[in-house]
C-alpha cells in the first residue's frame, strides 16, 4: 500500500514551457486535490475532484489544468509555467470530501520556473 | 469563506518544555479542527483532530484544545522531544467542506 504517490520530485522549467505532475493513490479515495505550498502562505488549494470525472477549482486555480479520468489518479497540468508558479505541490487524498475525513498526502514535488 | 489564523510563525524551545501553537477561525458552522504535522521534505500528516462536540482531545504528549465561542483552537505538545521540530499546521473546512489551512508554524527544539 503506497498511499499517495508523486512525480518527479525536483523539476526545472523554464518560463512558458509546460509540464505534468503526476499524481496516484491506491486506498481507493474519492476525494483528490492539488495544493501549493510557499513560504508563509500555508497549503492554499488548486484544484480538487470528487470522483472520477469531476474536478473543480480551489483558491488558486489560474494557470493550472486537471483531469479524473480514473479513481486512481489526477494529474496537475502547467499549461505556460510562470517565475509566480515556483513552489512545492502537495497531491492529497481522502475517503471523501466532507468533514472529519483524513487527508493523506504525497511527498511533494519541488518545482522551479526560471 | 472561512479563514485560518496561526500564530507564532516560528517557535523555539528548549528540550522538555511545552509548546503552544493557536489558531483562529471564522466560520462559526466549521465542526472539524486537525492538526497536521509536515517534517522536512516530506508531505504533511495528520497528528490529532478535534470535533466540535468536545472542548479537549489528548494523545499521549499532544493535546487539542477547542473554544468554539472564541472561534480558536490550540495544539499543546509536552515534554517536547528534538523529534518534534517540524511544521505545523492547523486547519478548518470551509461551508463546502474543503479544508483550510493556516501559515504554518515552525517548531524547533533545542537540545
Known amino acids: 500500500n503506497a498511499g499517495v504517490t508523486q512525480t518527479p520530485k525536483f523539476q526545472v522549467l523554464k518560463t512558458g514551457q509546460s509540464m505534468t505532475l503526476q499524481c496516484a493513490q491506491d486506498?481507493?479515495?474519492?476525494?483528490m486535490s492539488w495544493y501549493r505550498q510557499d513560504p508563509g502562505m500555508g497549503l492554499r488549494l488548486i484544484h480538487y475532484?470528487?470522483?472520477?470525472?469531476?474536478?473543480d477549482q480551489g483558491e488558486v486555480p489560474n494557470g493550472y489544468n486537471v483531469s479524473r479520468s480514473t479513481t486512481e489518479d489526477f494529474p496537475l497540468r502547467l499549461l505556460s509555467a510562470a517565475p509566480s508558479q515556483t513552489s512545492v505541490y502537495f497531491c492529497?487524498?481522502?475517503?471523501?470530501?466532507?468533514?472529519?475525513?483524513?487527508?493523506?498526502f504525497g511527498e511533494g514535488s519541488w518545482l522551479t520556473v526560471v | 469563506g472561512e479563514n485560518v489564523e496561526q500564530h507564532p510563525s516560528t517557535l523555539s524551545v528548549q528540550e522538555g518544555d511545552s509548546a503552544v501553537i493557536k489558531c483562529t477561525y471564522s466560520?462559526?458552522?466549521?465542526?472539524?479542527f486537525p492538526w497536521y504535522k509536515q517534517e522536512l521534505g516530506k508531505g504533511p500528516q495528520l497528528i490529532i483532530d478535534?470535533?466540535?462536540?468536545?472542548g479537549e482531545k489528548k494523545d499521549q504528549r499532544i493535546a487539542v484544545t477547542l473554544n468554539k465561542t472564541a472561534k480558536h483552537f490550540s495544539l499543546h505538545i509536552t515534554e517536547t522531544q528534538p523529534e518534534d521540530s517540524a511544521v505545523y499546521f492547523c486547519?478548518?473546512?470551509?461551508?463546502?467542506?474543503?479544508?483550510?489551512f493556516g501559515s504554518g508554524t515552525r517548531l524547533l527544539v533545542r537540545p
Open positions: 492529497a487524498s481522502s475517503y471523501s470530501k466532507g468533514s472529519g475525513n483524513t487527508i493523506y
Open positions: 486506498m481507493n479515495h474519492e476525494y
Open positions: 475532484s470528487v470522483g472520477a470525472g469531476i474536478t
Open positions: 466560520d462559526s458552522a466549521s465542526n472539524y
Open positions: 478535534i470535533r466540535s462536540n468536545v
Open positions: 486547519a478548518a473546512p470551509d461551508s463546502s467542506y474543503k479544508l483550510i
